[in-house]
């Protein structure tokens, strides 16, 4: 099978990141490796008992970062919407007679496009039990801007200027202020509260060398997005808190401003989406909120 027209498709038609692309490719070659191993040249042999064998050897496998057997419901959902896809791009470009399979899949291996923001009690738990501080200051980072872990990589040491502004009431307001390129190549900037910034001075004050990347690896050389979701892991285990993903530190960045009634159009604009529509997938708003928004809408009713 000839992954690379729909991989290159990915990449100059719908404008998906490396990072992005890399992932079809890796979920991609996985399956593959299942299809020569047991005799399926080519999709039209694809069918509702293959893709029931497919599932079973995604759940046999050895998973040696969290010391089991199988793959997760989310790790299996995310390859089957990856073989989906290239389905589909085959069914419109090659063979408009090919069947999907895996359109009529259950529910269960459907990608949940809800929100995963992490509870705030395991988020303060994880931020206190780091005592590495340049580890801190990674996920401080990520829940103070909502960048995407293939952005906060590529930053470097110079990426963050700070900004003083002084408030109607004479107070100095002390601001980050970076910017990135995201998806589709578009620039935009983030954001940085003042707390975030103190953990970036002192990271860089122990900094003694003169290397430009802003996160370092053991080896001396820029973290890669795999390293950073490592180190996300390892202090996850050693605090015993829940395998928590990097992206779910991007859902909880929206769900804090979204609930903090910021408005929906700059919360937008801080997550570097094209659409509201693609926001409102990362938020989610909670009870509290929603009284406070009704009970406020009924006052104004009344009067």
Same mark, same amino acid.
């Given at each position: 099978m000839n992954f690379e027209p729909f991989l290159?498709? +990915?990449?100059?038609? &719908?404008?998906?990141?490396?990072?992005?692309?890399?992932?079809?490719?890796s979920d991609l070659k996985q399956f593959a490796g299942f299809a020569s191993k047991h005799g399926i040249i080519g999709l039209d042999q694809?069918?509702?008992? @293959?893709?029931?064998?497919?599932i079973d050897d995604m759940r046999s496998k050895p998973n040696p970062r969290f010391i089991a057997t199988g793959l997760s419901d989310a790790s299996i959902a995310r390859r089957l919407a990856a073989l989906s896809s290239y389905c589909e791009f085959i069914r419109a470009t090659v063979d408009h007679?090919?069947?999907?399979?895996?359109?009529?899949? !259950?529910?269960?291996?459907?990608?949940?496009?809800?929100? &995963?923001?992490?509870?705030?009690?395991?988020?303060?738990? +994880?931020? $206190? *039990?780091?005592?590495?501080?340049? /580890?801190?200051f990674i996920f401080s980072l990520f829940l103070s801007t909502g960048l995407r872990v293939s952005e906060l990589q590529k930053l470097n040491r110079d990426s963050i200027s700070i900004q003083e =502004?002084?408030?109607?009431?004479? @107070?100095?307001? =002390?601001?980050?202020?970076?910017?990135?390129? *995201?998806?589709?190549?578009?620039?935009r900037q983030f954001l940085?509260?003042? *707390?975030?910034?103190?953990?970036? $001075? =002192?990271?860089?004050?122990?900094?003694?060398?003169?290397?430009?990347?802003?996160? +370092? !690896?053991?080896? &001396?050389?820029?973290?890669s997005v795999r390293a950073i979701q490592y180190t996300l892991s390892s202090w996850c285990r050693? +605090? /015993?808190?829940?395998?928590?993903?990097?992206?779910?530190?991007?859902?909880?960045?929206? =769900?804090?401003?979204?609930? @903090?009634n910021i408005n929906s159009m700059v919360l937008r604009d801080l997550m570097g989406h094209s659409s509201l529509s693609t926001t409102q997938r990362?938020?989610?708003?909670? /009870?509290?909120?929603l009284a406070r928004s009704y009970f406020s809408a009924m006052e104004f009713l009344k009067n």
């Open positions: 290159n498709h +990915l990449a100059s038609y &719908k404008k998906c990141s490396p990072q992005t692309v890399h992932a079809y490719r694809l069918n509702h008992v @293959s893709v029931r064998l497919y007679t090919l069947r999907n399979p895996l359109k009529e899949l !259950s529910n269960r291996w459907k990608r949940n496009k809800d929100a &995963k923001p992490v509870d705030e009690e395991t988020l303060d738990a +994880l931020l $206190a *039990g780091i005592t590495n501080e340049r /580890d801190r =502004t002084t408030e109607p009431d004479g @107070s100095i307001r =002390t601001l980050g202020v970076g910017e990135v390129v *995201g998806k589709g190549n578009k620039r940085v509260d003042d *707390g975030t910034l103190m953990l970036y $001075a =002192t990271y860089l004050c122990r900094r003694e060398d003169k290397f430009e990347a802003l996160f +370092l !690896s053991e080896r &001396k050389t820029r973290m050693k +605090l /015993d808190l829940i395998h928590i993903n990097v992206h779910r530190l991007r859902h909880s960045f929206a =769900t804090r401003l979204a609930n @903090s990362y938020f989610k708003l909670t /009870d509290t909120t």
